[in-house]
């Protein structure tokens, strides 16, 4: 089945810095869309992308739908403790009323 | 617009046991979906609804699993005689056919077999 290729599995930064991570697939995807998770609680919506080549930033987040539509990347400026978590990249093959594959996801640290 | 509701957000219950949770989607989503995420995982894809209409459903969802949504608002995911490797968050999402916004999450229901 179609699977999503999630990049690093874990990160640890120091406060203040930049992050980057991003999702590959081996099949076209025509939706991505970044999650992020807090314990004991559902993904919530970062970022939605519906075309390829687009770039979209929501406040300190930047994420980009590939030009091959096969990978996605999501950047994150200026890390504040909140921002701990995992990050899921997630499409859809179909049309944006598609059920959603998700990736493995990243986690993220921040050290004090 | 209060968002997803699931229900419980707690369930542990002994092998063998049947359990049936219920998720309230956003009003007017005509669209509910059914997720399974284990630890470590991303959520996986069980079923989804289009109003009472059950549209796709999972190889993951075997016959211990039905879900339902007579009315076309709230549905229910039961699993009769729950096995250990049913022990998993199981997650509610909605959307509007053809709105603008993706997939709505909610909370998730945390199933443990003892």
């Known amino acids: 089945g179609q699977q999503l290729n999630q990049s690093p599995q874990s990160m640890f930064i120091q406060e203040g810095e930049d992050v980057s991570m991003n999702c590959t697939s081996s099949s076209i995807f025509n939706t991505w869309l970044w999650y992020k998770q807090d314990p004991g609680e559902g993904p919530v919506l970062l970022i939605a992308?519906?075309?390829?080549?687009e770039l979209t930033s929501n406040g300190r987040l930047t994420a980009q739908f590939g030009i091959t539509r096969k990978d996605s990347f999501l950047n994150i400026s200026a890390s504040i403790p909140s921002d701990v978590g995992i990050y899921f990249c997630?499409?859809?093959?179909?049309?944006?009323?598609?059920?959603?594959?998700f990736g493995k996801g990243t986690r993220l640290h921040i050290l004090p | 617009d209060t968002g997803v509701s699931q229900d419980p957000r707690h369930k542990i219950t002994k092998r063998g046991q049947n359990v049936t949770f219920r998720c309230d989607p956003i009003s007017e989503h005509n669209r509910l979906y059914w997720y399974r995420q284990t630890l470590g995982q991303g959520p996986e894809f069980l079923t989804y609804f289009q109003n009472e209409a059950q549209l796709e459903k999972s190889r993951l969802l075997s016959d211990r699993f039905s879900a339902e949504r007579p009315k076309g608002s709230f549905s229910t995911l039961e699993i009769q005689r729950t096995e250990q490797g049913d022990s998993a968050m199981y997650l509610c999402?909605?959307?509007?056919?053809?709105?603008?916004?993706?997939?709505?999450f909610g909370d998730g229901t945390r199933l443990s077999i003892l």
């Open positions: 997630a499409g859809s093959a179909r049309n944006r009323d598609d059920k959603i594959i």
């Open positions: 999402a909605s959307m509007e056919t053809g709105g603008n916004q993706p997939q709505h």
């Open positions: 992308l519906y075309k390829a080549g």
